[in-house]
């Protein structure tokens, strides 16, 4: 099976068996690719005296970590193909990744987080109000991972409209007339979990403003890690957006810079799902060995996508465990997970845990 | 104006180029039609043809002549 077989596919419908076969199959190939191309990666698999040549099982694929896009410059095709370089999200003083993507590889991770979304959202195109300012798109020489992320996020969209001004204040006047003329409609949100926070929710609750959507979606996304150190979770944060915008359906999900399009969508039961186009594994920290159901590990992302550059099999500084497979009552087939933060010692990295106001 | 002059008008309009450099153009072969522009062009195309393109044709469409294609399901034709 190619990535253009899976396109034909629900995102949802692989059963584990069918997905490790046609993932490992796919990955393989990539990792071939990345191996020919990229020579950086070729020198991580001769010391490793890993033979790609042949096929391998998902878990026997090396992971490399995310990291290494700080370090090195990889990328698998020459660089007159890379028509865009993404940088992730790093506070100052951080180094940032640099992902190199090739016009193929853009439009495999636009079509990959379109057939996701729209999974849940349907195919039409609803109002949309971006939780973020227009300014992250000002900028496009510097096409960092939050601005690329609401690009990305605009196709599900129309007459798209920004609630925050430069200075990230919350534009009452524009919010309020975006709410007046859809009101009889749905209405789709965007953005990162703490720019809602801080820069929607708390602004509203301080000058006591609520809006009264009747019937929104929002998903967001970015990292959870400065909430937490407010004590806030997903219910708080669910219950508090609602009373402030009114009746919204929450949508949290996860993805990473280097793995742009095969996002991990949380359902309405609270699980992570991988789609077919990604999965997860959870390393035993001691000895990187593939950890079972409900223990914790280090997560490793596999993801169909990266073409341009060998971004396929990463290991994360984040920690997680596997809630269970095929299983979740929502009825979306794959791994379900929870993730349990940042590793200790690791540098901050999400989208929204690296905003900080100048 | 036909609509292969609304059509082009719209790449003209979205990246500021002329009629001419819009034929035969290609998804990131100039600066101007990256992602952001991408939606820029959408709108464009959208208002001229008074349509609301599907997210996945938005996907697709990657080059001038590709768009052309996508413009027959919404029942835009060209001579």
């Known amino acids: 099976m190619t990535l253009d077989d899976l396109f034909r596919l629900a995102p949802y419908s692989l059963e584990a068996s069918q997905k490790e076969q046609v993932l490992s199959e796919i990955l393989s190939d990539l990792t071939r690719r990345h191996y020919a191309n990229c020579p950086e990666y070729a020198r991580i698999l001769n010391a490793l005296s890993f033979d790609a040549s042949k096929n391998h099982t998902c878990a026997e694929l090396p992971f490399i970590p995310v990291r290494l896009f700080k370090e090195f410059e990889l990328r698998s095709v020459p660089q007159e193909q890379i028509t865009k370089t993404l940088t992730s999200s790093g506070t100052s003083g951080q180094a940032v990744s640099k992902i190199f993507l090739s016009a193929d590889n853009v439009r495999a991770q636009s079509k990959t987080l379109n057939e996701i979304i729209s999974s849940f959202i349907g195919k039409q195109r609803l109002p949309l109000l971006l939780l973020d300012t227009e300014m992250i798109k000002k900028d496009r020489s510097m096409y960092s991972a939050r601005g690329a992320g609401i690009i990305g996020f605009s196709i599900f969209g129309r007459n798209s409209t920004y609630a925050l001004d430069a200075e990230m204040n919350i534009d009452l006047e524009k919010v309020s007339s975006f709410f007046e003329e859809h009101k009889n409609e749905p209405i789709l949100m965007f953005g990162y979990t703490y720019m809602i926070w801080q820069f929607v929710v708390r602004a509203l609750e301080e000058k006591n403003i609520s809006f009264d959507a009747r019937n929104a979606v929002l998903f967001h996304i970015g990292g959870w890690k400065k909430l937490k150190d407010q004590a806030v979770d997903a219910l708080e944060f669910n219950r508090r957006v609602q009373s402030r915008l009114g009746n919204v359906k929450v949508y949290n999900y996860y993805g990473m810079a280097e793995q742009l399009g095969s996002v991990f969508v949380e359902c309405e039961h609270g699980h992570m799902h991988c789609s077919n186009y990604s999965d997860v594994i959870i390393r035993r920290p001691k000895d990187f060995s593939p950890a079972g159901i409900g223990e914790k590990g280090l997560m490793e992302l596999l993801s169909v996508l990266p073409t341009s550059y060998p971004g396929h099999v990463l290991l994360t500084e984040d920690e997680g465990e596997i809630l269970g497979v095929d299983n979740c009552p929502c009825g979306r087939k794959g791994k379900y997970f929870k993730i349990h933060g940042r590793i200790k010692s690791a540098e901050l990295r999400g989208c929204s845990d690296t905003y900080e106001k100048r | ?79």
Do not use: R
């Open chain 2, 1 to 79: 104006m036909t609509n292969e002059e609304k059509y082009a008008n719209a790449f003209c309009q979205a990246f500021d180029i002329e009629p001419e450099a819009a034929k035969n153009l290609t998804f990131q072969a100039i600066d101007a039609w990256d992602s952001v522009g991408h939606m820029g062009l959408v709108a464009q195309i959208e208002e001229a043809f008074g349509i609301m393109l599907e997210p996945d044709d938005i996907v697709d469409l990657n080059s001038y002549e590709k768009g052309k294609e996508i413009l027959a399901k919404y029942n835009v034709e060209f001579a």
